[in-house]
């Protein structure tokens, strides 16, 4: 009964993590939506999408990787070296901001003649007034991507809930905070969201550096302790961050193309209901960092019937999670809509159920992107995301060029289909290579 009871709470305090994280989110966007407008919230959603799409490419993969090797250290060889790989992970981090500010600047400096192949849509991306601002998207790549790893160390250290409030909570309620204060006083922008998102991505780094800090042993590493850390995370950062950035491209390079093709406006709504469909994902990534550790440390032990058997479970209990809330978000879905303040509610309806049906695939495969991050299996995570970019980019500019009068609900069909293709190429590749790892040990490594 003890051990039940122990069961439940592990998974209901992250569950309620989790859902209380969703909830800040959403309450953004309803702030927003109630004091100023769809094209704000467009603006702020836009902001999101380019220091996510930036922040994965330039941060080469770093949360993913430290998750994956602390969460090995921990279990294994000690705190030492677990403590000696947070604060390197999290030094690192620092570089990617660096790094934005750099290629931003380089790509405004882009000759036009080079612009040559579908000038329509590349000559939008690549311009002046599409793209970011440089200094403050720094900032926020670089809180992105700290407090992304801040959150995945503190799941490796199996702080799984206070993982979760440091990935989904806490860079966001300077955001339901600020809305409020500002909307309360009509002074609500973008620009106010902007920095009070940059300024919750700073205070996840701060309160992880708190908290890991207490945690692991208060063992000052040596000199060769953190060169081994730097080596061993950037060790295999080639494949890790190709796909990495082909993910990323992904899944935010449909929002930034409806704020090109339709309006900031569409982009608002269109974010709204991407963050509206995530909700039907929220037992799926209680799981993910329940699950995400052990998937690596059953692949390093060489236990492949033990990565299958949980493997299986968490893809069962994602699809008994998902589908219900699914259903649910379906049926209500126009209330939902009213609730947020949506004036389009027929428009965005459309847009939610197609992206609602992506997300129940997503849960039908289970965590298996994940999965194949902790077991190393970076050549078929590249092969079913490049096979579905291929759809979403080429469906992209099909969209553009011929000007469609809807272009957000056909870019919504093209996100759902694009991520179908990869989720069922990502479960169909990682059978295979666990069936062939439980064959032969060794080319599970």
């Given at each position: 009964m003890s051990?039940?009871?122990s069961s439940v709470r592990?998974?209901?305090l992250p569950l309620l993590a989790r859902v209380f994280g969703l909830l800040v989110q959403t309450a953004v966007g309803w702030l927003t939506l109630h004091y100023t407008s769809s094209a704000e919230l467009g603006h702020y959603y836009v902001f999101v999408a380019w220091t996510l799409t930036l922040g994965w490419v330039l941060g080469f993969g770093l949360p993913e990787q430290a998750m994956r090797i602390v969460s090995v250290a921990y279990s294994g060889v000690g705190q030492t070296q677990a403590r000696s790989l947070c604060l390197t992970a999290l030094s690192l981090s620092l570089a990617s901001g660096a790094l934005t500010f750099l290629v931003l600047k380089l790509a405004v400096s882009i000759p036009s003649e080079l612009r040559?192949?579908?000038p329509s849509m590349t000559?939008?991306?690549w311009s002046p007034s599409a793209l970011p601002e440089p200094v403050i998207t720094a900032f926020g790549v670089t809180g992105l991507v700290g407090s992304r790893v801040a959150a995945q160390l503190l799941k490796s250290c199996r702080l799984v809930t206070l993982g979760l409030y440091t990935e989904f909570v806490i860079p966001f309620t300077p955001l339901v905070i600020g809305a409020w204060f500002f909307g309360e006083s009509s002074r609500l922008d973008s620009t106010h969201l902007i920095w009070l998102h940059v300024l919750g991505g700073f205070l996840s780094i701060f309160s992880a550096?708190?908290?890991?800090?207490h945690h692991i042993r208060r063992t000052v590493p040596g000199k060769y302790a953190l060169l081994t850390a730097v080596r061993q995370l950037l060790?295999?950062?080639g494949p890790q961050w190709f796909a990495v950035a082909m993910q990323s491209i992904l899944l935010n390079a449909p929002l930034i193309a409806v704020s090109i093709l339709a309006d900031a406006a569409a982009a608002g709504i269109f974010g709204l209901c991407m963050r509206l469909a995530a909700i039907s994902m929220i037992g799926t990534d209680v799981i993910i960092a329940i699950r995400g550790p052990s998937f690596a440390e059953f692949h390093t032990k060489g236990e492949i019937q033990l990565l299958q058997r949980s493997f299986s479970a968490s893809r069962r209990a994602a699809v008994a999670l998902a589908v219900p809330i699914t259903i649910l978000l379906i049926v209500f879905s126009q209330p939902i809509l009213r609730f947020f303040g949506v004036k389009e509610v027929a428009f965005a309806q459309e847009i939610l159920i197609v992206l609602l049906l992506g997300r129940l695939i997503y849960a039908f495969v289970g965590p298996v992107s994940y999965f194949l991050w902790m077991i190393r299996a970076f050549r078929e995570e590249i092969v079913a995301t490049v096979a579905a970019l291929t759809i979403l980019v080429s469906g992209t500019l099909i969209v553009g060029n011929l000007s469609f009068k809807n272009?957000?609900?056909?870019?919504?069909?093209l996100t759902t289909a694009s991520l179908s293709v990869r989720f069922v190429l990502q479960f169909f590749l990682a059978g295979r290579k666990t069936a062939a790892a439980n064959l032969d040990p060794k080319k599970g490594d």
């Open positions: 051990q039940f009871a592990g998974f209901s040559i192949i579908f000559g939008a991306i550096i708190v908290v890991l800090t060790l295999g950062v272009p957000t609900f056909a870019l919504s069909v």
